[in-house]
């Protein structure tokens, strides 16, 4: 069983050309693949994002950001869909994020547990408290998020998306549904 | 050849909305068709993007941007909830089909180029003008009268109704008169509070389900076209592999292929139309192969013309002879004018409280309408005509991550519903105004050498009203009802065009001097000539318009058919 930052370091590696558009038959697929470094993140930049995304996303009963390979699925967001204008302000979110989480821990991604989630607990509820300076830290929260919940993973295990509901029920009780 | 030494009893120019239904209801009475569409073919099993799951579509589906700066900037801009990396295909690319807009003017040209048209990608509001409608012209001496009335076009709403299929329930409304129904989609509980609350305290206002073009109990006849029930998903701008929603590609087009006299002709732009004055007959048609531009021409005994309000305008202007130096049939110098679509404003949305414990199963393809109730129900009002509502009430759900905390916790909130909200956004009539035109523009070109359209639309002072006071009732009405944190987004109108429901270019009237048809959708000045698209339409109403472009074609093409079977046209 890898350690969690062996797992980080090897998403480094493992994630380049994380996605790809197959063209054929019109049936569109992401596929993760093994070869060669990231498309856009620096090795560090890398190493940041599969921090936050798994702080923000753990493995829990389900799988976390990590398992779903997030990170993977952001480099290709900013490769194939972003332009530069959005690449460049992602980039300077991610550069801001760590000078904010390395002041307040020493060294974000050498901090242990407590003390990382203690320092992006502190980062995430600025930013939802009205921290102008923070709009770039909440955009890439987005992205984590929709990445995950937008892979089989977060879909189906997750969120328990139905891809054919069959029926429209207008009224389900929470405790039923759960 | 036909017994008229013509290729075809009929040729249809669109193969959209009500292009299908001209082709269909034609082939359905014997008639040879021949269907031309601009565009190539779309072939369902290859074409649509239904069964993708989001894990199959990279970039949460989302169209490069910078790809969207150069191909899509217009369709985009406009309908950037439906136009995405799988469904961008079905949506032209702005820069290879341009267009002109006067200086100061601004116009959403939202459209396909393909098999059926924008029936593949519309959202599917399907209701009847009501008796008003046809007389508000009249009565108000705004623009021409309608050449017929609510009863005349009655048997035809039932006819198409009952093919296409619409989910909806029986309101007993005379404005909003029911159409034949299958099940409604029911309202939210949500819904259902706001409905007592509004209602309770706005005396003649409604709260209903949408109506919409969705089958939720298939009859014989659409089972037997391979159509299914609506399953809920609401991919529907992805296209629909049960064919649950109407278009005609789902129902339409196979309707008349099953009676083995449709000939469907793919990537055939339309140039102009050929005229005999001895006759006073369209002779034929010229055609330009959008891939080889090859050109041909075919030739029947009657044409339909069903390229949507602004291409078959544009196909008429293009189409000068000596008899018609303005184009052809357009005699009242009306042909391209009174561009009218519908006119939104700012949305109102908030949040229901009470609904806590209470969530949705499936995925609705539809919402909430607000009929019409201004100058109806309510006649203390600064403008004329009046606008409905479209909307719903849903839990807000997933929050994209915009929700504070980090962990479990935040985790698992994206399975819980989270707070309810509400939206409603008011569809407005606009006015006939002869001065809201399209022109061929003077000297630009398309690739193929056709004048490009010049766009010059703006709102009037009518819908400035309209849709100030709307904007002041959807918030007293949230307000009553008990809404909190309500917000408008802004308080701009749409965009001309913006709804995509252009009408009004060849429109129907009494007198050929100052209208391009007569009440069968047949044009004045040339006899076998019909156009049933939005042109015909006097007036825009206020409801989505695609029941009654499908309703006018159908009786049109039966009255041609009748006219053929007599001898006379």
Redesign the interface.
């Known amino acids: 069983m890898k350690t969690r930052r062996e797992f980080i370091q090897s998403l480094i590696v493992s994630v380049g050309g994380a996605t790809a558009l197959s063209a054929c038959g019109g049936l569109a697929t992401i596929n993760a693949t093994s070869a060669g470094s990231s498309r856009f993140y620096s090795t560090s930049e890398m190493a940041l994002l599969g921090r936050l995304s798994d702080l923000i996303i753990p493995r829990t009963e389900t799988p976390g950001a990590l398992d779903a390979n997030v990170p993977g699925y952001m480099d290709a967001l900013m490769s194939d869909w972003a332009n530069e204008e959005t690449r460049g302000e992602h980039r300077e979110a991610l550069q801001l994020i760590a000078a904010r989480l390395d002041a307040a821990t020493g060294n974000f991604l050498d901090a242990d547990e407590t003390t990382a989630t203690s320092a992006l607990t502190e980062l995430d509820a600025a930013a939802f408290d009205g921290d102008a300076s923070l709009a770039g830290y909440r955009r890439t929260k987005g992205y984590i998020a929709q990445s995950y919940f937008a892979t089989e993973a977060g879909a189906v295990q997750e969120l328990k998306w139905v891809a054919v509901p069959g029926q429209w029920d207008p009224s389900v009780e929470i405790a039923r549904e759960a | 050849m036909t017994q008229n030494n013509t290729d075809f009893d009929a040729i249809v120019v669109g193969s959209g909305m009500s292009g299908g239904m001209s082709a269909k209801e034609l082939t359905e009475r014997g008639l040879k068709v021949l269907v031309l569409e601009r565009g190539p073919e779309i072939i369902p099993e290859?074409?649509y993007?239904d069964?993708?799951?989001?894990?199959?579509?990279?970039?949460?589906d989302?169209?490069?941007?910078?790809e969207i700066?150069q191909h899509y900037p217009k369709q985009y801009g406009g309908v950037a909830y439906a136009i995405k990396?799988?469904t961008k295909h079905f949506w032209v690319k702005d820069d290879e089909h341009p267009y002109e807009e006067a200086e100061g003017t601004s116009y959403d040209w939202l459209r396909g180029y393909h098999t059926a048209g924008r029936s593949i990608m519309w959202s599917r509001q399907t209701y009847r003008l009501g008796p008003q409608d046809f007389t508000a012209n009249l009565e108000e001496a705004v623009g021409v009268d309608w050449p017929v009335r609510y009863e005349d076009i009655v048997p035809w709403y039932e006819k198409v109704e009952r093919f296409i299929g619409i989910a909806g329930s029986e309101e007993g409304l005379s404005q909003l008169p029911d159409s034949v129904f299958q099940p409604a989609?029911?309202?939210?509980?949500a819904?259902n509070a706001f409905k007592q609350r509004v209602e309770a305290t706005f005396n003649g206002r409604k709260i209903i389900p949408a109506r919409v073009a969705h089958l939720t109990d298939a009859t014989d006849e659409q089972r037997a076209l391979g159509r299914s029930n609506?399953?809920?998903?609401n991919r529907c701008h992805h296209g629909c592999t049960f064919k649950a929603y109407f278009s005609s590609l789902n129902a339409t087009l196979p309707a008349a292929q099953r009676t083995g006299n449709l000939t469907m002709v793919h990537n055939a732009i339309v140039q102009g139309l050929d005229y005999d004055a001895a006759s006073n007959r369209v002779t034929g048609v010229r055609v330009v192969d959008a891939r080889t531009n090859e050109t041909r021409s075919y030739t029947s005994r009657v044409v339909f013309l069903n390229a949507s309000a602004i291409a078959s305008a544009m196909i008429l202007l293009q189409s000068k002879s000596d008899a018609f130096p303005t184009g052809l049939a357009n005699r009242s110098d009306q042909v391209g004018r009174n561009l009218m679509d519908h006119v939104s404003s700012a949305g109102v949305s908030g949040i229901m409280t009470g609904f806590?414990?209470?969530?949705?199963?499936?995925?609705?393809p539809g919402g909430i309408y607000i009929p019409r109730y201004a100058n109806v129900t309510e006649n203390d009002k600064p403008f004329k005509r009046g606008f409905g509502f479209q909307g719903g009430a849903l839990p807000l759900g997933?929050a994209?991550?915009?929700?504070?905390?980090?962990?479990?916790e935040?985790?698992?909130a994206?399975?819980?519903?989270g707070p309810w909200r509400i939206n409603v956004l008011a569809f407005g009539e606009q006015l006939p105004n002869p001065d809201n035109r399209i022109t061929l523009h003077p000297t630009k070109r398309d690739r193929w050498g056709n004048p490009l359209a010049l766009f010059n639309v703006t709102y009037g002072e009518n819908e400035r009203i309209m849709q100030r006071e709307a904007v002041k009732d959807a918030v007293a009405m949230f307000e009553a009802a008990g809404v909190i944190n309500i917000t408008t987004s802004n308080a701009e109108l749409s965009k001309p065009g913006n709804r995509i429901h252009e009408m009004g270019t060849v429109r129907m009237g009494r007198d050929p001097e100052t209208s391009v048809l007569n009440g069968w959708c047949q044009a004045h000045d040339v006899p076998n000539l019909f156009v049933t698209d939005g042109g015909f339409m006097a007036s825009s109403a206020c409801q989505n318009p695609s029941l009654s472009y499908m309703a006018f074609s159908a009786r049109a093409a039966n009255y041609a058919a009748d006219l053929i079977a007599a001898g006379t046209l």
Do not use: M, Y
Not at chain 2, 400 to 408: M, T, V
């Open positions: 290859r074409d993007s069964q993708l799951t989001p894990w199959q579509t990279p970039n949460f989302n169209i490069p941007q910078d700066a990396e799988s989609f029911a309202l939210t509980d819904e609506c399953q809920a998903r806590e414990d209470k969530t949705v199963f499936g995925r609705r997933n994209g991550g915009q929700i504070a905390g980090i962990g479990r935040f985790k698992e994206h399975r819980r519903p």
